[in-house]
């Protein structure tokens, strides 16, 4: 699986940003698709996952009620809808592809995207 992450950007307080992942090399409907994010100085953390298989999808306690993990079946693409966005979501954002397991947990995924930077002013 090739993931390419694209979207991020510069952005005040309050703001919105969407974040894609663009898959190739395998069906969506067969893995996990996950965000994490690495502030400067931080481990990587998780931001928000989606079972194709299960339905289901998991957000971290911190971006809950802000971040809409969605997809396309048709692009092969998973979406990351950020809204009031805060300065502590500054980070650089990877998407990630498991084909299964724990979606919270980094080690879960074998295939990453390489990273796009999001910064929020305040």
């Known amino acids: 699986v090739q993931l390419q992450a694209s979207g991020g950007g510069l952005v005040q307080a309050g703001g919105s940003l969407r974040l894609s992942c663009a898959a190739s090399?395998?069906?969506?409907?067969?893995?996990?698709m996950g965000w994490f994010r690495q502030a400067p100085g931080k481990e990587r953390d998780f931001v928000a996952a989606f079972s194709w298989r299960i339905g289901s999808t998991y957000y971290a306690d911190s971006v809950k009620g802000r971040f809409t993990i969605s997809r396309d079946n048709a692009k092969n693409t998973v979406y990351l809808q950020m809204n009031s966005l805060k300065p502590e979501d500054t980070a650089v954002y990877y998407c990630?592809?498991?084909?299964?397991?724990?979606?919270?947990?980094?080690?879960?995924?074998?295939?990453w995207g390489q990273g796009t930077l999001v910064t929020v002013s305040s």
């Open positions: 990630a592809a498991a084909l299964g397991g724990p979606m919270a947990i980094t080690s879960t995924y074998k295939y």
């Open positions: 090399g395998r069906t969506l409907s067969s893995i996990v």
